[in-house]
């Protein structure tokens, strides 16, 4: 049963009306164990996205470290007279991922059924899953890795199809901008998972042709992950290439190729 611990910070939310202030800003309703989402700019950006977890009275939210310092300050400037206390447990607390296995640990993973299960726990684990290269082969976005802060739409990371995003809940930051996305006729653009055959680094083109239809965003060995134009892709002639080597570009989040 592989174990990855993953580069993640933990903070704790507690207080009164903590889960209704944190419902209102973020793009998901809370469920009852753990919860898939973001805090978005008023432009409907991803300024982070993270899990939340459930911890008696209190919520975990664990999020990329990278996004950490910016997600706190955040909610700190959200929270005003609140009375809300944000502390960042990060030194005593681990965050892990485990799959392939039948552990009851944790929590399944809200994005996708065979990403496995999330865990946050005060043990060190002994563990040397390959998490990167089992998410990108299920063709499944991981922030952590494949964009930086306040650079992507909900939409263009795939959120919507990993029930990151309740349309029909109340308010949010960003609600506007993302509720018009999901009413345009056709999303122009989604991040695939990719097979690569040749060699390939991040920023490379995706080409079809002398057309380009998308980027690399991360590559892991023969596996990667790429912003891909869809209607470029849909009316492609000639079959995907990265630097003249053949690509498969995966379809939604499933892992299959296209």
């Not at 903070?11 to 809370?30: C, K, Q």
């Not at 290269?133 to 199809?161: I, Q, Y």
């Not at 991040?202 to 596996?223: F, N, P, S, T």
């Amino acid at each position: 049963m592989p174990v990855a611990r993953l580069n993640r910070s933990v903070f704790r939310l507690s207080g009164e009306g903590v889960d209704a202030w944190l419902d209102g800003l973020i793009t998901n309703s809370l469920k009852e164990a753990i919860t898939f989402t973001a805090l978005l700019t008023p432009q409907g950006k991803i300024i982070a996205d993270f899990f939340v977890t459930k911890d008696g009275h209190d919520l975990l939210i664990e999020t990329p470290t990278k996004f950490a310092e910016d997600l706190f300050e955040r909610l700190r400037m959200y929270k005003l007279r609140a009375p809300i206390e944000i502390k960042d447990e990060t030194e005593s607390l681990n965050v892990y991922a485990i799959w392939d296995g039948q552990g009851d640990e944790g929590h399944a993973d809200p994005r996708h059924s065979s990403l496995g299960r999330r865990l946050i726990s005060q043990d060190f684990l002994d563990g040397d899953g390959d998490y990167d290269a089992h998410r990108l082969s299920l063709g499944v976005t991981d922030s952590a890795l494949d964009f930086e802060t306040v650079t992507t739409f909900p939409a263009d990371s795939n959120m919507d199809l990993m029930n990151g995003v309740d349309f029909k809940k109340g308010c949010f930051v960003g609600q506007e901008v993302v509720s018009r996305m999901k009413r345009m006729t056709t999303v122009k653009k989604r991040m695939r998972g990719l097979i690569i055959e040749g060699n390939a680094a991040k920023g490379d083109k995706i080409m079809a042709g002398e057309r380009v239809i998308g980027e690399v965003y991360h590559v892991h060995k023969k596996l990667g992950m790429g912003l891909i134009r869809l209607d470029r892709l849909k009316a492609a002639e000639l079959k995907p290439t990265i630097n003249d080597a053949p690509v498969m570009i995966m379809d939604s989040i499933d892992g299959h190729k296209t």
